[in-house]
């Protein structure tokens, strides 16, 4: 048996968007339609670069997710900035091992689902917008927390934080959901950070510093 599966089937497109991408795409576009009506050539291959960025933001590419038990993937592209057990923490009772991934603006965006599970609840926090690469950001910023529990019991947290440029936290997933590892449950527009929060017994993958892609890499296993 492969190691990896397919989350999805494969796109049929060779560059496949994240839908939430399409206004903004298709506002750049008239934009920059409009400037070249208007001779504005200047402004016309600044709209076109910025076109084929936020295409380049939103694009949302095909991952092959870890199949084996016990595997827990990353929930987001990006670079490890926090990897160690915490005591104290409102997003998980008791000791528990916490995993910060900051993402760039050049990181793919979508979030993916770190574990099989049943979705218990999604919390909604306003706050504020401190850069996401500051430890505050997990407690002051704006985010949203999916907590799972999965088939045999365990506990994990995912947090969506915006940051200093991302306004828009998006998730798709509700309580009460039955949820697949490496599943698209959502994204953040424009550079922000996923805290995940797991069982204090998993096994580490990763250390600060660490590239990370969402639905592949392996975060750590749990016990």
């Known amino acids: 048996m492969s190691s990896f599966s397919w989350f999805d089937p494969p796109n049929h497109t060779a560059f496949p968007v994240e839908s939430a991408g ?30 084929f960025f936020i295409c380049y ?6 991952r092959v997710i870890p199949n084996y038990t016990g595997a827990l993937v990353s929930p987001a592209d990006g670079k ?37 599970g049943l979705v218990k609840a999604v919390n909604y926090y306003p ?18 927390a999916i907590f799972l529990e999965t088939e045999e019991g365990k506990n994990i947290c ?3 934080i915006a940051g200093l440029i991302a306004r828009r936290i998006i998730c798709k997933v ?18 922000s950070r996923l805290d995940v929060y797991m069982p204090p017994d998993t096994t580490l ?17 749990l016990i």
């Open 22 to 51: 399409y206004p903004f795409i298709f506002a750049a576009t008239l934009a920059t339609v409009v400037f070249a009506l208007l001779d504005l050539t200047t402004l016309a291959l600044i709209g076109l670069v910025v076109t």
């Open 57 to 62: 933001f939103f694009r949302d590419p095909d």
């Open 80 to 116: 490890v900035v926090f990897a160690d057990q915490v005591d104290n923490s409102r997003f998980y009772e008791g000791p528990c091992i916490k995993i910060s991934i900051f993402m760039s603006i050049f990181n793919v965006h979508v979030n993916r689902i770190p574990h099989e």
């Open 127 to 144: 706050g504020k917008f401190f850069s996401a690469n500051l430890s505050k950001a997990s407690k002051h910023n704006e985010h949203n």
């Open 158 to 160: 995912t947090v969506q």
């Open 174 to 191: 509700q309580e009460g959901d039955n949820v697949a590892r490496g599943g698209r449950f959502g994204l953040i527009c424009f550079g």
């Open 205 to 221: 993958n990763v250390t600060v510093g660490n590239r990370v892609k969402a639905g592949t890499s392996v975060l750590g296993d």
